[in-house]
């Protein structure tokens, strides 16, 4: 059975799409499962070993040179790779227009379905005209969990109950990878400060304070923008131990998460990799729903606060502390 996966992004939830390459393959374990991904993404995906082909879609650098004919002739080729493969079933778990339209060019062979959501969940952007390019549309509660909403889609489809803590199929580190000069040799922390949104931000004075309760211990800072090297900068300058990294590529972003001792951080994609490859994390909410995003699949996460209401200092301090 051929399968093909349309999530394209964001970082989170490519990352919240993840356990539903295991459910199939617990279920299907001759099936061949694809995914369509935007190219930021595609060494995340790679490191399922139980994906067999990822499918770079570019769009958000593809729009910005429309009119570039080399830009028109890789848009080709993204659609007549997309049709290499017939596929028996086609999973659109994202609800875009976009998304849609990569789904709706997908080949599927006589019987094949297309499947998507039938509904958005709450604070979603989700796109009712979506559901034009499916064969069967899949009803959910909207304040499903971000991680069971694919999965209860491919389940409904597949006719398989969704029944087990969910399953990201990442691999462990392996004893003899290699460490980037820029790791610390022993066990470190990591602050995953940085978001888009400022108002999921905990505030700076809340993260100096516990790196001065974790101290020794070494604290890395990664930053994906301007913006967010000055904010590492100036906690830097005030914590104990702590560091700026080099901008990171996502492979190396990745390997960041998935070593760490301990990872305290905010709702953004970084946070929820760590809790994906089970490491000690502290996830963070300030200005986000809870019950969206929050680990539930491992007793080595800690969720503290919800919309409106960060949590302390010392909880956080408290909950690290049990964690190390």
């Known amino acids: 059975m051929n399968i093909l996966l349309v999530r394209v992004s964001s970082l989170g939830d490519v990352l919240h799409n993840m356990p539903i390459v295991a459910d199939i393959r617990r279920h299907f374990p001759d099936a061949n499962i694809d995914w369509v991904v935007e ?10 070993p139980d994906v067999r082909h990822v499918i770079p879609f570019a769009l958000r650098r593809w729009r910005k040179n429309l009119g570039d004919k080399a830009v028109r002739a890789e848009i080709k080729g993204f659609f007549r790779r997309l049709r ?28 094949g379905k297309k499947v998507g959501l039938a ?10 005209i979506s559901r034009i390019f499916h064969t069967d549309s899949i ?22 109950a969704v029944d087990t803590p969910a399953d990201f199929g990442l691999p462990e580190v392996a004893a ?27 505030a700076p004075a809340n993260w100096i304070a516990l790196g001065r309760e974790l101290a020794p211990m070494p604290i890395l800072l990664p930053w994906g923008s301007p913006k967010e090297k000055a904010e590492a900068e100036a906690l830097a300058a005030a914590i104990p131990n702590a560091r700026v990294l080099p901008k990171l590529p996502m492979a190396d ?6 070593r760490a001792a301990l990872a305290v951080g905010v709702d953004t994609g970084l946070t929820h990799i760590a809790a994906a490859f089970s490491r000690p ?19 080595k996460i800690i969720n ?21």
């Not at 493969?85 to 019987?111: C, P, S």
């Not at 909207?142 to 409904?156: D, F």
């Not at 606060?305 to 301090?317: H, L, Q, T, W, Y």
Request: aromatic share 10%.
């Open 39 to 48: 190219e930021g993404y595609v060494s995340l995906v790679r490191l399922n």
């Open 84 to 111: 290499e493969v017939e596929y028996d079933y086609v999973f659109d778990t994202q609800g875009l227009l976009k998304t849609g339209i990569i789904m709706g060019a997908a080949r599927i062979r006589k019987g």
């Open 119 to 128: 509904n958005g969940s709450e604070g979603s952007g989700y796109e009712g």
């Open 139 to 160: 009803p959910l509660d909207p304040r499903t969990h971000a991680v069971a909403r694919g999965r209860l889609v491919a389940g409904a489809a597949l006719g398989y």
């Open 176 to 202: 003899d990878e290699p460490r980037p000069d820029w790791l610390p040799a022993g066990h470190y922390a990591v602050y995953f400060h940085g978001t888009a949104r400022d108002a999921k931000k905990w």
């Open 253 to 258: 972003a990745v390997m960041l998460a998935r």
């Open 281 to 299: 994390v502290v996830e963070i909410y300030c200005d986000s729903p809870r019950w969206k995003t929050e680990g539930n699949w491992s007793p």
């Open 304 to 324: 503290l606060g919800d919309r409106g209401n960060p949590p302390s200092v010392a909880e956080v301090a408290a909950a690290a502390k049990s964690l190390l």
